[in-house]
C-alpha cells in the first residue's frame, strides 16, 4: 500500500453544503442551547470539518423569549457595554434585556461562544433569532431540528 497517495481533504467555499436549521428555544436552558447551537453554527457537527472554513449550517432560533436560566441568574447576571466615556460604564440584568430585547440574550450567549476573529462574525451571521414562534426564514425551509440529538 502506498501511504503517499493519501491526501487531507480540506473543505472550502464551494465544496461545503449548507442546510438551515430550526431550534425551537422553549424551556431550553441558555448555555446548553448556546454551545450546541455554536458547534452547528462552526460546522463541527460535520465529518467534513475544516477549522479556518465556514462550513457550519444556518440556524433559525424561535420562541427566544422562552428560554430558561437556572438560579438566581435573571436577577444576577450583569451584562455590561462601555459608553466611551468616563464613567460610562452600563450595565443590565438578564431580566431587563428579557423585556427590551429577548432575542438578545441568546445572541450574545451564541457570540460568546464562536471565534473572536473575521471568521466568527461570517458565523455569526448564519444566525437568526426571533423572540417569538414566527420567523422569516420560511422560503428557505429549514428543518426542525431537537437539541437532543445534537452532540
Same mark, same amino acid.
Given at each position: 500500500?502506498?501511504?503517499?497517495?493519501?491526501?487531507?481533504?480540506?473543505?472550502?467555499?464551494?465544496?461545503?453544503?449548507?442546510?438551515?436549521?430550526?431550534?425551537? #428555544? @422553549?424551556?431550553?436552558? =441558555?448555555?446548553?442551547?448556546?454551545?450546541?447551537?455554536?458547534?452547528? *453554527? +462552526?460546522g463541527k457537527?460535520? %465529518?467534513?470539518?475544516?477549522?479556518?472554513?465556514?462550513?457550519?449550517?444556518?440556524?433559525?432560533?424561535?420562541? #427566544? @423569549?422562552?428560554?430558561? =436560566?437556572?438560579?438566581?441568574?435573571?436577577?444576577?447576571?450583569?451584562? *455590561? +457595554?462601555?459608553?466611551?466615556? %468616563?464613567?460610562?460604564q452600563r450595565?443590565?440584568?438578564?431580566?431587563?434585556?428579557?423585556?427590551?430585547?429577548?432575542?438578545?440574550?441568546?445572541?450574545?450567549?451564541?457570540?460568546?461562544?464562536?471565534?473572536?476573529?473575521? *471568521?466568527?462574525?461570517?458565523?455569526?451571521?448564519?444566525?437568526?433569532?426571533?423572540?417569538?414562534?414566527?420567523?422569516?426564514?420560511?422560503?428557505?425551509?429549514?428543518?426542525?431540528?431537537?437539541?437532543?440529538?445534537?452532540?
Open positions: 500500500m502506498d501511504t503517499l497517495s493519501y491526501k487531507t481533504v480540506s473543505a472550502n467555499k464551494s465544496t461545503v453544503t449548507k442546510e438551515w436549521l430550526l431550534v425551537d #428555544a @422553549e424551556g431550553e436552558t =441558555l448555555g446548553r442551547l448556546a454551545s450546541k447551537v455554536a458547534n452547528v *453554527l +462552526r457537527h460535520k %465529518p467534513s470539518f475544516t477549522p479556518h472554513v465556514d462550513c457550519g449550517d444556518n440556524v433559525v432560533i424561535i420562541n #427566544a @423569549e422562552k428560554v430558561a =436560566l437556572t438560579g438566581n441568574k435573571w436577577q444576577d447576571k450583569v451584562y *455590561l +457595554r462601555y459608553t466611551g466615556y %468616563p464613567g460610562g450595565s443590565t440584568s438578564a431580566l431587563e434585556l428579557l423585556e427590551k430585547k429577548p432575542e438578545a440574550i441568546v445572541e450574545k450567549a451564541i457570540k460568546g461562544m464562536l471565534p473572536k476573529n473575521r *471568521l466568527g462574525a461570517e458565523l455569526f451571521r448564519n444566525l437568526k433569532v426571533y423572540a417569538g414562534p414566527n420567523h422569516g426564514q420560511e422560503a428557505q425551509k429549514p428543518t426542525a431540528v431537537n437539541l437532543k440529538d445534537l452532540k
